[in-house]
């Protein structure tokens, strides 16, 4: 493997993506992410300096929405999707900035 | 001598647009309503759930960017700026940051010394957040995201500016453009649009920017004049120290007059963006831009200019009305309802500014239609009602919009024209105020003022002030 992802990194992903990696997780996820910076690096080895980044696979532009409420209170719906919920809102852990 | 410093101000203002729905789904947009009311699997963030562009956005962004000289990115598209914060469905907001809707274009504003260009890097479209609400009793926040999805524009200046006032000036034009397109009425304090002012300062001289700190949490164009003042100052202080300005957001504290950091270091910002690959590419064709340009407003400075060919008024007039579109808006519907161009002028600008400041409003919460001005304006015009009793109106209908015609009607508020009835009311008067009957006689003029007062007011102020002038002459000099 070429790429080898160093303990600083793991860790930074860990806290971008919200996991808390035990140490075998740790070591299994450095693995599994060297291995993808591999093939990566394969890819890297074809020549794409005439081709344009492609950001979807569909060669489809242009699909709208009119400006038209469609949508009523579906309030009730939404909240069961909360965990839990009050006064009509989901409850979320205390985050203050 | 101690060293001069330049401050060097960015500004990011994000602005909602005014449209009917939400940028991703059909959710309506209005305010105020009880929470999660306006939500749908799209704008909450569930799993399976595909988000689909307002057409509308699209169209606001590009009538802004081409009112502020930008050009079009023809061929542009959407991406994911992934960071956790529970209001934040989706753990990403759906933003543009390869391929901006417009870029690089410029607004001038008028300074002290003279019309400045302020350069704009970018605009583009991205969807607002849900709102947190912290509980009192227990250790919880709840959210509603009614908010979550409410299109938004991101405008993005260059470090152009160099003062407050250079700062407020900027904002000011900005929310005008956008007023006039009907994009946004840009409410501060209501959070229609907000301003982030990225702040630096550094020698003056020197080409070098210095480090520079964001602020956010600025309320109304006061609030960031005193930010953009304490943030110059807490900068200056540590570079005189010899200390270094960090890089990080701070929140500003309008009441504590201060700011503070608002993220530890050890949260990262690292919003690894991605094309968001639920939304195709949105490719702007020749025509459709032609179509956009086609249907853009008459700005200010046009506005001026044929108000000044088409109606009889002055200058300064011109200048006040045509300072928001809501009372250029006003203005000119009542005009060609009433045909009087300067009488509406003078109830904008006298009574309505008036009433306005009184009560902190401002012109978009003007509270009368055009068609009861026109009226109130053609009973005075017929002396129906007299000028006073027209301004008491006034005030009513600016609280509540009512028909002046009805109201006049069912209050008893018209003028007397019974000459008998007023007539009878003078002879009263006379005999009740012989010292002032002789005044006037003896060649005290200032006597029938005192006398048409007393007339007047036992009119209960229904009677023609020039009317009542005349009759009570006629009957002194008898």
Known sequence: ?97 | MGKQYETVIGLEVHIELATKTKIFCGCSTAFGGAPNTHTCPVCTGMPGSLPVLNKQVVEYAVGVGLATNCSITQYCKFDRKNYFYPDNPQNYQISQLYLPVCHDGYVEIETEGGVRKVGIHEIHMEEDAGKLIHDDWEDCSLVDYNRSGVPLIEIVSEPDMRSAEEVIAYLEKLRMIVQYLGASDCKLQEGSMRADVNLSVREAGSEKLGTRTEMKNLNSFRAIARAIEGERERQIELLEAGKDVLQETRRWDDAKECSYPMRSKEDAQDYRYFPDPDLVPVYISEEWLEQIKASQPEFRTEKMKRYKEEYDIPDYDIEIITGSKRMADLFEETTALCGQPKKVSNWLMVETLRLLKENGLEPQDIGFSAQHLAALITLVDRKVINSSVAKEVFEVMSREDVDPVKYVEEKGLKTVNDEGALKKTIEEILAANPQSVEDYRNGKEKAIGFLVGQTMKAMKGKADPAGVNALLREALSK
């Open chain 1, 1 to 97: 493997m070429a790429n080898i992802i160093d303990d600083a990194t793991i860790e930074y992903v860990g806290i971008l993506a919200k996991l808390s990696l035990s140490e075998e997780e740790k070591e299994q996820a450095k693995k599994d992410m060297g291995s993808m910076l591999d093939y990566i690096d394969k890819l890297n080895e074809l020549d794409t300096a005439g081709t344009e980044p492609m950001s979807h696979i569909f060669p489809v532009q242009n699909v709208f929405r009119e400006d038209v409420v469609t949508n009523g209170d579906d309030s009730e719906k939404m909240l069961k999707n909360a965990p839990e919920e009050k006064d009509n809102m989901f409850v979320v852990p205390k985050t203050v900035e």
